[in-house]
């Protein structure tokens, strides 16, 4: 099994892209051979598999299994100290995804749409806490939105409209990783924690295949304070890629999911490649690969793409 190890500097990096290749290789005593992905920013670094016996065919993946850990034992300390570097170590084989799975909230768009919400009747530092709590995982996301819907109960259809329009922002990348990754064959499936009422929009605008979200109730023109049984919540994304996956006949290494709460963390451990973008503690701790300093198309860098490659 040939290694990946994807590196992706961002402004304010403390060294370039070439010191910390050469220092990775000599971490890990390997030569690799050098794929730039963008210059100055993004490269790959294929370390080669060792040659084995035919007889040795039995424990190849327990073997290649050992030398990933290794790999990783060995480089994350010292990559995870570099302020401004995301990076992705993984199988060569396999790495351009032909399913994506992503949270909306804080990961496809820049904020919480809860919390804006909130904001209209002037409760965001009260909401805005409670999301925080259930992102972190310190709190059951099933109770915690119950509670943070009944809180909005008489906001009107106006009021969702404008903090559409006003307050939801795509996040950087996100159109170019989505597109990128559909007009190389992939299906975009954007599920969500959130309300359907924004990811209908969402999905529409960066061209997501399907859209999963809980559905707000409305007495007439404004919300009741309650939302659809069942809530959209972490078993929900799971069983989503579930679907998926069975439905369009795939492996788990055909697999990408991203996101960055505590209710995403068994579809990023279920994905061929799970990436915490800018996440909780817990969902760090949880996912392949983390995008701590850049934006979404660091996703595409780590599936080996050029920017050549990317459909903006």
Known sequence: MDIALTLVVNPGCSFSL?????????LIERIADTHTLSEGRAADLIFKSVAKDA????????????????????????????????????????????????????????VECIDELADFVGLKDKVAAITEAAMRGELDFEGALTERVALLKGLSRDALERCYSERISLMAGARALVQTMKEHG????????GFTYFTERVAAAIGFDVHRA??????????????????????TKLDT???????????????????????????IEAAGLGVAYHAKPKTQAAAAASVRF?????LLYFQGYRDQDFVI
């Not at 570097?85 to 992503?102: N, Q």
Request: proline share 3%; charged share 25%.
């Open 18 to 26: 070439e010191k910390i290749a050469k220092d990775a290789c000599g």
């Open 55 to 110: 007889t040795d065919s039995a424990t190849d993946s327990t073997t290649d299994s050992a030398t990933l850990a290794s790999f990783t034992r060995t480089l994350s300390p010292h990559l995870n100290s570099i302020s401004g570097l995301d990076w992705c170590l993984g199988p060569e084989k396999y790495r351009k995804k032909r399913l994506i799975l992503a949270d909306m909230d804080s990961t496809m768009i820049t």
């Open 186 to 193: 992939a299906q975009a499936v954007l599920v969500s924690g």
């Open 214 to 235: 809980n559905v707000l109730e409305f007495d007439g023109d404004a919300l009741s304070g309650t939302v659809q049984q069942p809530i959209c919540g972490a078993q």
């Open 241 to 267: 890629l579930l679907e998926f996956k069975d439905k369009l006949g795939l492996e788990v290494h055909d697999i990408l999911a991203v996101g960055d709460g505590a209710n995403d963390i068994p579809m």
């Open 294 to 298: 850049g934006d979404l198309t660091s």
